[in-house]
């Protein structure tokens, strides 16, 4: 039950700017007719629509495996230096116009703000009880796929309650980021005040996951008195830290007190390498897999996504963090009797949160349609941004930025800290690299901040800050688009 939202197939196919694994051209095909005068007529027509807006957060697992492998954190690994060539590129930063899974994510994400708008198209044409609430959700899912969109290419094209239609990618500019982060605001503050606390469904969105988005993009924008001010209300709701920590990323500890938002996915869709956003699954963990793996507890994969030595040097001997974010292969397999190949870039170690369990049901190709949700935003990624932003607004409040550092370092089994100034801004960041490691942060957290040129080998400041337009896309668009800058 938990899973359902997204168990129901999305029965429109709603493309924009090329969705890749279909075409090579801008394609939009209507749902049923132009005008839709033959749907949108109940309410499970809309529920169907927000369905279907729900179903591209599935597609984020790429977000999440390059935001990670992007950063300092992970290296590309795989099979050899030319698997995957587009996520070996982002790796070295070497990446270009000419990537497909660049491609991918533009598409992907532009799909689900058409989804989104297809329902807000149309939301004055009936009335019924509950749609305002549907109309929030889908003012939420706009707003998480704008933000991606954002965070990855800075200004984009912006459509508001209407479909990008085959044609108009000619005359639409791409948008300054700041009107596009305007936008966001105004949904996450509408659906925040228009959904409730808690949902009975297991992955709908609710106020508080739309407070924690909004504090969020202000924290994006360097807003950090209204980030903390956000953060507040999510701080004073309903969640808290779990006591097993390890719990989080297994089966068991899937939508627990700590989740604030979470990507739900299933085992009842295969998919296949040639439709990678068709699996109802998380491909991101296979791709994660330890490479002809056998032994107990975990399954095989593609070993990427490897953590460096750097990034498991900084966990203090204490630190409960560690064992559960890094699988140390060598010591375990030794430990265990297990036997694995060592993959490209192979560093000993593997991003543990987001490996194949054993017993994981799975349908088609197992590596592709894995069932381990993904914890988009938790509540200690809550804590430590509103830490954060609380030292750095206006009127500085260090005593709530501690207090905020110090609950999530207590229950990673460490001491409280007494630092102030530039030292607890140092350490604020640090345990929020420890606490996320693994979850596709990073490289943004760096961008954000003003670190990625310091910290990312090979990161070209001016350049690096934002990924390139893919030049399908522009060549599409009637290159009515400028590139980003050093691309």
């Known amino acids: 039950m938990k899973k359902k939202i997204y168990q129901i197939k999305w029965i429109f196919v709603l493309a924009i700017l090329s969705t890749t694994s279909c075409s090579d051209d801008f394609v939009d095909v209507s749902s049923r007719d132009e005008n839709s005068e033959d ?10 629509a927000l369905v279907g807006a729900y179903d591209l957060l599935q597609a984020t697992y790429l977000n999440v495996l390059l935001g990670e492998i992007a950063s300092d954190n992970t290296l590309a690994g795989g099979e050899s230096a030319t698997d995957t060539p587009g996520i070996q590129e982002i790796d070295d930063m070497v990446h270009t116009p000419v990537n497909q899974q660049l491609r991918d994510i533009w598409g992907w994400m532009f799909s689900g703000v058409n989804r989104a708008n297809y329902i807000l198209e149309f939301q004055d044409k009936i009335d019924f009880e509950g749609k305002n609430e549907i109309i929030a959700q889908a003012r939420f899912l706009r707003a998480y796929y704008n933000f991606e969109l954002v965070k990855w290419f800075g200004d984009i094209p912006l459509a508001i309650d209407k479909r990008i239609q085959f044609g108009e990618q000619f005359d639409i500019p791409r948008t300054p980021k700041a009107e596009v982060y305007a936008i966001i605001e105004q949904d996450l503050q509408f659906a925040a005040s228009n959904l409730p606390a808690s949902q009975a469904q297991a992955g709908r969105i609710t106020s508080g996951a739309a407070q924690a988005l ?11 008195d209204e980030a903390a001010t956000a953060f507040e209300a999510v701080i004073s709701g309903p969640y808290m ?9 297994e089966t068991e500890g899937e939508n627990n007190a700590e989740s604030v938002f979470e990507v739900q996915y299933t085992d009842k869709e295969g998919a296949g390498f040639g439709c990678l956003q068709c699996s109802e699954g998380n491909v991101a963990v296979g791709f994660n897999g330890i490479r002809n793996y056998s032994g107990p507890i975990f399954d095989s994969g593609f ?6 030595q750097e990034v498991v040097d900084i966990f203090s001997e204490n630190d409960i963090r560690k064992d559960v974010a890094i ?19 192979h560093t000993g170690y593997y991003n543990r949160k987001y490996l194949p369990r054993q017993g994981d049901l799975n349908t088609g190709d197992a ?34 930025a501690r207090t905020y550092l110090n609950r999530v370092r207590v229950r990673a089994g460490l001491e409280p800290v007494e630092l102030s100034g530039g030292v607890l801004l140092d350490q604020i960041y640090e345990d929020r690299r420890l606490e996320l490691v693994g979850e596709g942060h990073r490289f943004f957290d760096l961008v954000r901040t003003g670190r990625a040129a310091a910290e990312i080998p090979g990161f070209v400041a001016g350049k690096h800050e934002l990924f390139p337009i893919p030049s399908i896309e522009i060549e599409l668009a009637g290159n009515n688009w400028q590139q980003n800058p050093g691309y």
């Not at 699988?327 to 870039?345: K, P, Q, R």
């Open 39 to 48: 749907f949108f007529n109940t309410e499970e027509d809309y529920e169907l």
């Open 214 to 224: 909004l504090g969020k993009a202000y924290l994006y924008q360097n807003k950090f």
């Open 241 to 249: 830290l779990v006591e097993d920590y390890e719990s989080i990323f």
């Open 303 to 308: 070993s990427f996504n490897v953590p460096v």
């Open 327 to 345: 699988l140390d292969i060598e010591a375990f397999a030794s430990a265990n009797g297990a036997t694995f190949v060592e993959g490209f870039e």
């Open 367 to 400: 590596n592709l349609t894995n069932p381990n949700n993904y914890r988009a935003i938790r509540f200690a990624d809550v804590l430590l941004m509103a830490a954060e932003a609380n030292y750095k607004k206006a009127a500085s409040n260090e005593d709530k």
